[in-house]
């Protein structure tokens, strides 16, 4: 049946990935490209990408981190489940071409949404570099699959406890100075990596794409909740979006509207809690 | 004449009134406004027609319902009769009684109008369709026998439905693509509950799931499956486009984007579509306790009243031009008055200030007076120099209209789009250039009205049953 769970699989510290029937998604689902999931019909309408698919048989998967309630939710599901709504691919694919040489920035649940963009760049024949980071080891997902798929891995960690010690932004600087040079960057993850990210990789000239995550409601340009700023332009990130050249971007502005129901989201977060211990 | 001849002459051209929840308590509840005619209301007022031999009120209506005769029918109590006798024009009533503009339509070229009040048209049809409603009377009309051809609507807005509704009679195997969870268009997640219920919507739905309409939400066609891939892939035959206009309009000014400014799709959605106003719900909304709201169209009436609900102290609209030029229906511009809207009129923002987080402190505006006619034939606005002022406020609602949404041109290639971004479709048939789609409502006529887009869904089904039948 459509919408229904048919694997779960805990990937690390609260992120999960599952595997959900759905076909039509499956077979229409480019890199790049998120779906707009309510979990049951209590919850938010949230985006999530598209991290992997199988046009055959006619699966989609998403990794997702539990940050709120909808998240909180969405792991409650298990296999067997149906999800009450899923509309997509929504979202402009990532523009891929052989651009030569490539470096893939990851950080966080950012890993996820970069998996599929890290295949479809080697089946276009780019020679990548893959820089992936986490909190801790225990919060590091998908080091195996983007082993397998990137030419050269990197991994950090901010704690040390696995990999480098530092932050995904170290790595890539030393990258560089080991001299590798690089025709395109790919950099996702929470908005303070992608903004430090891809300042350092803008300064050392190679043109450089953030995928960026605003609020979102309806995720198909019908509400402007998703707004942001780039070249001093409004832009839907839903439509035109979500990936954009990071050279432009308001990060500040961004910041401040992912702030904007912050105090509501803690409430929710307190209320479950204390129905957990409860 | 005498004191009684002068009441009889009075009362035939007084309207009979409409019950209403009182301003006071209204503004903090989100049931119905008015309450409808009773039987006895009804009927009374149904009396007050004329019966024109050549009715002036049919030529004002977009989809000529014939006004005299179901008015008729209910002056002789043949409550179903008459609600019968609208729905052989109009499918949806219930909805055009509540929502139309008939002040400007019926009502505004009833004969009656011209000494006294016009028959109050809209009163009288949402009645007839309440009436079969709660009477239970709602029959599934006769159905031509199945043909087996499939066709594909696009978008559930009234457009669709009405497509959807007259197509599915014929016998055909209609489905309908809806890109949100839940069928309705405008009806559901714009117009908010107090002016039309949600539950009113679903029966209307539910009636064309009883006539054998399929609807699949969660559809983005552009997305999901391009126009094309329907009908080479899963065979349908004809597909009818009624995305509406969807994409909100921005003003481009200063401090836009920040904390607290939404576009009124955005407000309106969170409070009806993810219900912000139920206890249940779990969208969070910026109650706000000034808010502003920009516009002077029904959409700028129904934010600045959700706002009042959602808990607001005062509520305030803010347009560039005069009442006298407001697109508003004249029932919402009262109803607002009369519940505390603060109007400033002649006025429009030029910045958004906020404070060093982002969040919304209040507007600076510059007044405007009204110069030559523009091609809208309204008199143009003009910012008086010198005269910015401030107002404080913590959310900024922005209802300054919606453009087409441009999923669907720009995923069907050989589509004719307008200049607009509406597509190109022929008034008389709703053909657009790409054979077999067909188009109608707000995504050809950019943002418009129920009935008008009811009127392009049903010219358009005409077309689509004469294409594919003969
Ligand atoms: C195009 C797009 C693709 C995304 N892909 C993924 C993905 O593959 N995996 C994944 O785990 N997450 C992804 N996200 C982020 C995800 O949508 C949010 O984590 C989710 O909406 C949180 O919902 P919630 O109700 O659980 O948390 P909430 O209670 O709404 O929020 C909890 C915390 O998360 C923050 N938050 C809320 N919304 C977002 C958001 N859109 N982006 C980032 N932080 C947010 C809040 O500020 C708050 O601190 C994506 C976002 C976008 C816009
Ligand atoms: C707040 C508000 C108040 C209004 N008040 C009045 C009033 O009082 N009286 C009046 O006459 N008019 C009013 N209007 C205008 C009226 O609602 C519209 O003119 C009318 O709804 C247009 O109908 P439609 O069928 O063309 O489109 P819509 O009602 O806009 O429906 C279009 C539907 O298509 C869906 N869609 C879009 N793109 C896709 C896609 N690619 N795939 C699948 N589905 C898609 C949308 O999600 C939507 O559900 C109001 C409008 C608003 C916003
Ligand atoms: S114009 Fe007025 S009086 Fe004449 S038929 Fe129409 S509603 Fe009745
Ligand atoms: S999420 Fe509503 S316009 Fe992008």
Redesign the interface.
């Known amino acids: 049946m459509s919408n229904a769970i048919l694997n779960k699989e805990n990937l690390a510290a609260s992120a999960w990935r599952y595997r959900i029937h759905s076909p039509?998604?499956a077979r229409?689902r480019q890199a790049g490209q998120f779906i707009?999931l309510?979990p049951v019909p209590?919850?938010?309408?949230i985006p999530l990408t598209i991290a992997n698919a199988d046009a055959e048989q006619g699966w989609i998967e998403i990794i997702f981190q539990v940050v709120g309630?909808?998240t909180m939710f969405l792991s409650g599901l298990d296999v067997g489940d149906e999800i009450?709504?899923?509309?997509?691919?929504?979202g402009h694919p990532t523009r891929i071409e052989k651009f030569g040489r490539v470096i893939c920035i990851g950080g966080g649940i950012g890993v996820a949404p970069l998996y599929p963009i890290l295949c479809s760049l080697k089946d276009a024949g780019n020679d990548v570099t893959t820089i992936i980071g986490a909190r801790s080891k225990a919060h590091l997902i998908l080091e195996k699959e983007m082993k397998e798929k990137s030419d050269k891995l990197f991994v950090a960690t901010d704690d040390g406890s696995y990999g480098h010690h530092g932050f995904v932004s170290d790595v890539f600087n030393q990258v560089q100075d080991a001299g590798d040079r690089f025709d395109s960057a790919f950099v996702i993850g929470p908005v303070m990596m992608m903004k430090v990210v891809s300042s350092l990789t803008l300064a050392s000239g190679i043109n450089t794409v953030v995928s960026l995550n605003p609020i979102m409601?309806?995720g198909?340009?019908?509400?402007?909740?998703c707004?942001?700023?780039v070249h001093g332009k409004?832009k839907f990130a839903c439509?035109d979006g979500p990936e954009f050249d990071a050279s432009g971007i308001d990060w500040e502005?961004l910041i401040?509207?992912l702030?904007?129901?912050q105090s509501?989201?803690e409430k929710?977060r307190n209320e479950h809690q204390c129905a957990l211990v409860q | 004449m005498s004191v009684s001849e002068t009441k009889s002459m009075n009362r035939r051209f007084l309207r009979t009134p409409m019950r209403e929840q009182i301003p006071t308590i209204r503004k903090s509840n989100y049931h119905e406004v008015p309450y409808g005619y009773n039987e006895e209301e009804a009927v009374a007022e149904a009396k007050r027609c004329l019966q024109c031999k050549k009715p002036l009120c049919v030529a004002g209506c977009p989809v000529n319902v014939q006004i005299p005769e179901f008015i008729r029918l209910i002056a002789e109590g043949e409550f179903d009769a008459a609600a019968k006798k609208l729905k052989e024009t109009n499918a949806l009533p219930a909805i055009c009684g509540r929502v139309c503009p008939q002040e400007t339509q019926c009502e505004g070229l009833c004969i009656v109008g011209k000494k006294g009040d016009p028959i109050a048209v809209g009163n009288l049809e949402r009645f007839a369709a309440d009436w079969e409603r709660s009477a239970g009377k709602v029959a599934v009309p006769p159905m031509s026998p199945k043909n087996g051809i499939k066709i594909a609507v696009v978008g559930s807005g009234p457009a669709g439905l009405t497509v959807a509704g007259e197509l599915s009679k014929k016998g055909f195997d209609v489905t309908i693509f809806e890109?949100?969870?839940e069928p309705g268009g405008v009806l559901l997640y714009g117009i908010p509950e107090f002016r039309l219920p949600k539950e009113i919507v679903k029966q209307e739905i539910d009636y064309l799931q009883k006539l054998g309409v399929k609807i699949e939400?969660?559809?983005?066609v552009g997305?999901?499956?391009t126009i094309d891939e329907l009908m080479a892939e899963d065979g349908y035959a004809a597909v009818f486009v009624g995305s509406g206009a969807?994409?909100?309009s921005?003003m481009?000014i200063q401090g836009?984007?920040?904390?607290?400014v939404?576009?009124a799709?955005?407000y309106l959605?969170?409070a009806n579509l993810?219900r912000a106003w139920q206890g249940?719900a779990?969208?969070?909304i910026f109650k706000g306790k000034r808010v502003v709201t920009v516009g002077g169209g029904n959409v700028a009436m129904d934010s600045a009243r959700t706002a009042l609900r959602l808990g607001a102290e005062e509520s305030i609209i803010v347009y560039r031009r005069s009442e006298s030029e407001m697109p508003a229906r004249a029932a919402e511009i009262h109803h607002a008055r009369e519940e505390g809207i603060i109007f400033h009129l002649l006025c429009n923002p030029v910045a958004i200030l906020s404070d060093e987080?982002?969040f919304v402190t209040g507007i600076r505006a510059i007044r405007m007076e009204l110069g030559e006619p523009d091609e809208s034939g309204r008199r143009r606005p003009i910012p008086v120099k010198d005269s910015e002022f401030e107002i404080n406020c913590d959310v900024v609602v922005i209802a300054i209209g919606n453009k087409p949404?441009?999923?669907i041109p720009t995923t069907t290639p050989d589509i004719e789009i307008s200049r607009h971004g509406t597509i190109v479709a022929n008034e008389a048939d709703g053909r657009t250039t790409k054979q077999y789609v067909y188009a109608g409502g707000d995504i050809v006529s950019g943002a418009a009205t129920v009935i008008l887009a009811m009127g392009a869904g049903k010219v358009a089904a005409n077309t689509i049953i004469q294409d594919l039948l003969s």
């Open positions: 039509k998604i229409k707009m309510r209590e919850t938010e309408r309630r909808t009450s709504d899923i509309a997509g691919p929504l409601i309806d198909t340009g019908m509400c402007g909740g707004r942001v700023t409004t439509v502005e401040r509207r702030k904007s129901y509501f989201e929710e | 890109a949100l969870h939400c969660n559809f983005v997305k999901t499956q969807g994409l909100p921005f481009n836009e984007n920040s904390v607290g939404y576009s799709n955005e959605t969170r993810m249940t779990k969208t969070p987080k982002g949404n441009p999923l």
